[in-house]
């Protein structure tokens, strides 16, 4: 977990340890959480093997969808930090050669933007 040391003191990390209780059902045997990031309701879990979008719906949050992207299908990156009046930071993600992000997702405040993007740049670029 050396990478991620760094990581863990930012507000909105989450503790694989405390993923594992809910999503362990959602992992290959030979798969296990290394980090998590924490958006009100949504997460961002970032496998070995991939990374997990976690998108609870509607009022209740009983309705979950789950998006799996392969490390190597992730062809592209951006972020958009916030500004003075726009609070919230941006990540995009492209999938392979496709001409609009697959993933559009908004960040407050409490998860550090930089720190989301430099996880995903250690398994993408690697």
């Known amino acids: 977990m050396g990478i ?4 863990m003191g ?33 997460l961002f879990i970032f496998t070995n093997k991939r990374l997990i979008l976690v998108n609870k719906q509607g009022v209740t949050g009983k309705k979950v969808e789950y998006l799996s992207l392969a490390y190597g299908s992730i062809s592209r990156f ?18 392979s050669s496709s001409p609009a992000p697959a993933v559009t997702q908004k960040f407050n405040k409490k998860v550090n933007i930089y720190a989301v993007q430099k996880t995903l740049a250690n398994y993408v670029l690697n």
């Open 4 to 7: 991620f040391s760094g990581l």
């Open 10 to 42: 930012n507000a909105g990390v989450v503790e694989p340890e405390t993923l594992n209780d809910e999503y362990h059902k959602l992992l290959t045997e030979s798969e296990h959480i290394e980090v998590g990031f924490k958006l009100v309701r949504d």
């Open 78 to 95: 951006s972020i958009e930090s916030n500004g003075t009046f726009d609070l919230d930071a941006e990540l995009k993600i492209w999938i």
